[in-house]
């Protein structure tokens, strides 16, 4: 549900959200599941669009409801799906280029995504920055283990992928997943809300299935790198943020416009936001009281 929340930049008859739509009476509905959407458009048989957002992690079960043939005729799917090495390839070398700040020694890997990619998904960021990578679960344990892992391999001078989160992570990751993704989408640069195009880092359904293509039935034109623009709210630093450029408590709108209960920017959207984590359990504070006692 973070997308119906999302408030864009350009607002469309006063409207600046797709839950502000539906306050005016839009047909707008959040589901769990591409499963859900297929059920509730062959129900009403009205024109419907599944907005398919996410990562690796959904995007197995986009492919497999594309090309089982599944989808009812009056169901498109608008692609919007991100992969995540690409990104963090891009934030790494972003961070390289200013050497004034304290460079990033290790890396905690998500775990979910790795099930799908697997961990060797993880590898060109080992070795084009040489720093230790480590696939972590997320209980508070998981997260200790990654980072004592890390610790362990500056210590010893390694840099390499290594799994904390064995128990549902493997090297090669899900085969069959990753074969399913590849018939159903094509891999493609891809803009990123305020940081702009990466490469390689989206996908686009595939042609062959274009008749599920939302884009593409209702002649939506694609975002271009010539035509992409800076998409965030005046002020909004969420992409500083996104790339750790910046802290939440940097920008000027953090607890003042930009709230939990009425987010200005998308970071303060999801309640795995960075913002709207620092608001809601005063990371704000934590941090600088650690970075302090680190001597950062």
Known sequence: GDTFRLPALNPVD????????????????????????VRDAARHGRDAVFLGIGFETVAPGYAQALL??????????????????PAMLYSLE?????????PV???????????????????PVAESFGIPVVVAGFEPVDVLAAVAEILRQLEAGEARVAIEYTR??????DLKAQAMIHRAFETVHSAWRGIGFL????????????????????????????????DTPPGCRCA????????????????????PSSPY???????EGTCAIWARLGGAGLAEELARELGL
């Open 14 to 37: 006063g409207v600046s959200s797709l839950e502000g739509a539906r306050a005016r009476g839009a047909p707008v509905k959040v589901v769990v599941s591409v499963g859900d959407a």
């Open 168 to 173: 549902a992570v493997t090297w090669q990751g």
């Open 94 to 102: 972003i961070l390289r280029e200013k050497p004034t700040e304290p």
């Open 240 to 259: 500083e943020v996104i790339l750790g450029k910046a802290k939440p408590t940097d920008c000027p709108m953090f607890m003042k416009k930009c709230t």
């Open 68 to 85: 089982s043939g599944s989808l009812p005729e009056n169901l498109k799917v608008m692609s919007l799906v991100k992969l995540t090495p």
């Open 105 to 123: 020694m290790g890396v905690i890997a998500p775990g979910h995504v790795s099930t799908i990619t697997g961990a060797k998904a993880w590898t």
């Open 265 to 271: 920017g998308p970071c303060m959207v999801s309640v």
């Open 199 to 230: 490469p390689y880092s989206g996908l686009r359904i595939r042609e062959q299935l274009s008749r599920y293509d939302a884009l593409k039935h209702f002649g939506i034109e694609e975002i271009k790198p010539e035509t992409w623009r800076k």
